[in-house]
């Protein structure tokens, strides 16, 4: 008697999944998953045919997001339990398939055969087999492609080209990022771009809106929160100036504009000493970046004036 070989879950199903089959298996638009791996949040880990495709523990990421966000959870904290998952699930996709997903009493649980664990704590109401995600996902994969249509024109196609009209056609290019924003009003880069153009064609106040709205989509990208302290600095209002760019360095340490920013608005409030020190560090940042422009060059005058001046001393 031979042996009959028991079902394999894992040679089922192809090993490399494209966005539109990832889209399908968790009902979400394909222009959120190009954004999320825009934005770093979640980035196809494989490779086929020279374009990027998810794995299977990329599939248990995009799961773990859509839950836990659709429970409310930040996106900030969501990325990180999405890192700790990254680090703890299981290398083998074997292995990963027995594992089960939850959270307890505010705590993002992986049992994976051996053990529950806590990779990071979490809030929400997540429980679920990885093994039935790879059932699920085998199905998904099996529809005809024909059902996967999506519009003419997507959003991210939309964002595109008002990357490539902004040069050369403003009011066309502002004419995309409201479009790319009307098919997916969580695009945060979108509306980041958007309400940049709206300020240099001098709608303020559409552009704060916009850059609020980019931030309600996205609380950690910082060129939103950037160009909303610009616009009070612009303004006079350099008590939210200071705050806006203080918001940024928070999460960006390094992020140089900002400390030519905040410098800028302390010395418009007479924060010389501290001016003089954020102005250090966007030099010291922008060359560690390779940046070394008038902007720069600028920098460096006024920090010699400062040191000079009678009430300020040169930094050892």
Known sequence: MRAVPRPDTA???????????????????????????????????????????????????VKVACALLAQGMGVRRVRGCLDALRVKLP?????????????????????????????????????????????QTAEVVELRAADAAEDDESAYAAFERGLRLEQTDPEAARAAYRRAVEIDPYFAAAWTNLGSLEAELGDLDAARDCFERAIEADPD???????????????GDADVAIFGYRQVLA?????????????????????????????????????????????????????????EGPKLRPRP
């Open 11 to 61: 040679s089922s199903v192809p090993t490399l999944y494209t966005t539109e089959q990832v889209a399908r298996l968790f009902d979400i638009k394909p222009d959120r998953l190009r954004y999320w791996a825009h934005s770093g949040f979640i980035v196809p880990s494989g490779r086929s045919g020279g374009r990027p495709a998810y794995t299977f523990r990329d599939l248990v990421a």
């Open 91 to 135: 290398a083998a996709d074997r292995d990963l398939a027995s594992a089960r997903i939850r959270v307890v009493e505010g705590h993002l649980v992986v049992d994976d055969g051996k053990g529950p664990f806590d990779p990071r704590t979490g809030q929400g109401v997540l429980d679920f087999r990885v093994d039935g995600l790879r059932a």
């Open 221 to 235: 990208q910082p060129e939103a929160r950037m160009n909303l302290a610009e616009l009070a600095l612009r303004s």
């Open 251 to 307: 999460t960006s340490p390094e992020h140089y504009e900002a400390h030519y920013g905040l410098a800028r608005a302390l010395l418009s409030v007479g924060g010389r000493a501290q001016a003089a020190a954020h102005l250090e560090r966007f030099v010291r940042a922008a060359e560690r970046a390779g940046v070394a422009n008038e902007q720069v060059a600028a920098a460096r005058r006024v920090l010699q004036r400062l040191r």
